[in-house]
């Protein structure tokens, strides 16, 4: 049976070549002309059978159908100054108020993360905030363009009555554009930044992972961090990515008062599939002190099962690696809650 759905669900992506992009591509120690890369040479991607072999070996531990939430957020329609009020929800998608800005990252409202409606990983708990009680976004950052993070049906919602400035990596905007072809959407190559108020710049940094819409589009668009410069300091928004310390170091030495990061914790079973690509909490507790960011939260978990670690075991793991590397400022928030930092 698992052969036979991996069979058809290869026979379905095979037929989208609906994003592959002919362009040529700038060349840079992370860009061949036709392809992104990784900056580590030792980060290797597995590719198409192996991923096959995951999906077939899989030990996948038992996640629940449904969970409802204990917490639904209601944030205010904005936040001035220099407070941050940053709300989880769900997976790597926030809600982040400061300097009277509304910023969403990589935002999936959809049931499943999938490029289909009836198949694919598929929600387990309601988004945090209801989708028509955000309040008017102006800034969408997009990590990459897995499904899990780029997902064009939220992104038709949000701009039905509003035209948020949507920033992407390299290589992402043709993807929205082929659905939203009047959205006002910026790319960025790593270490370019765009300003999207007075005093206040959104910045692409590297990170280490890979891209794909379908089998034909490998690696043909970028993938990276966001920081959100302030006078007050910075915002890490770390999309996937798999541990690299000299990385997270750069970005410290580049941004050194970071007050905020978001850091994905989850998706990292088996190690030796997903370790390239996804960290597991004691290495994303690692990167909260390589980053030297005053206060971190979790990402990446308890909203859709992408990997084979237990639902709860993310969150169990992290506390585990806090009180080995004796951290206390790094919070796995539940969906709908909200943190204030003043």
Not at 4 to 27: D, F, R
Not at 87 to 116: K, M, W
Not at 198 to 209: D, F, N, T, W
Request: positive net charge; proline residues 6%.
């Amino acid at each position: 049976m698992k052969i036979t759905i991996l069979l058809l669900i290869i026979a379905l992506l095979t037929c989208i070549g609906l994003y592959a992009q002919a362009n040529k591509l700038p060349i840079s120690d992370h860009s061949d002309g036709r392809r992104f890369h990784n900056l580590d040479p030792k980060a290797k991607l597995l590719g198409l059978l192996y991923s096959i072999k995951w999906r077939l070996t899989s030990k996948r531990e038992k996640w629940p159908e449904s969970v409802p939430n204990e917490y639904e957020d209601l944030p205010p329609s904005r936040v001035e100054g220099d407070k941050i009020r940053v709300s989880f929800i769900g997976h790597a998608t926030f809600l982040i108020q400061t300097q009277s800005l509304n910023i969403l990252t990589d935002p999936v409202y959809s049931e499943r993360c999938s490029p289909f409606s009836f198949v694919g990983p598929k929600r387990v708990s309601k988004p945090g905030i209801q989708l028509e009680k955000l309040p008017k976004i102006d800034v969408i950052m997009i990590s990459h363009n897995h499904y899990d993070h780029m997902d064009i049906d939220t992104l038709k919602e949000l701009t039905k009555n509003a035209n948020p400035k949507i920033i992407v990596p390299l290589g992402n905007a043709h993807i929205i554009k082929k659905h939203l072809p009047n959205a006002d959407v910026k790319e960025l190559d790593w270490h370019d930044d765009i300003e999207v108020a007075k005093g206040v710049k959104v910045y692409l940094e590297p990170a280490q992972h890979w891209s794909a819409r379908g089998i034909f589009d490998l690696n043909e668009s970028l993938w990276g961090t966001f920081v959100v410069g302030t006078k007050k300091g910075q915002i890490c928004f770390v999309g996937d990515t798999g541990y690299d310390q000299a990385i997270f170091k750069s970005i410290a030495t580049k941004f050194p008062d970071i007050r905020l990061s978001l850091i994905p914790i989850g998706a990292y079973e088996p190690r030796w599939f997903m370790k390239s690509v996804h960290m597991n909490p004691e290495e994303a507790a690692k990167a909260h002190l390589d980053l030297n960011s005053r206060r971190s939260i979790a990402s990446h978990f308890i909203t859709f099962q992408l990997a084979d670690e237990g639902y709860d075991k993310p969150v169990i793991a992290l506390e585990e690696a806090k009180k080995k590397l004796r951290i206390d400022n790094f919070d796995a928030l539940k969906i709908g809650q909200f943190m204030e930092i003043k």
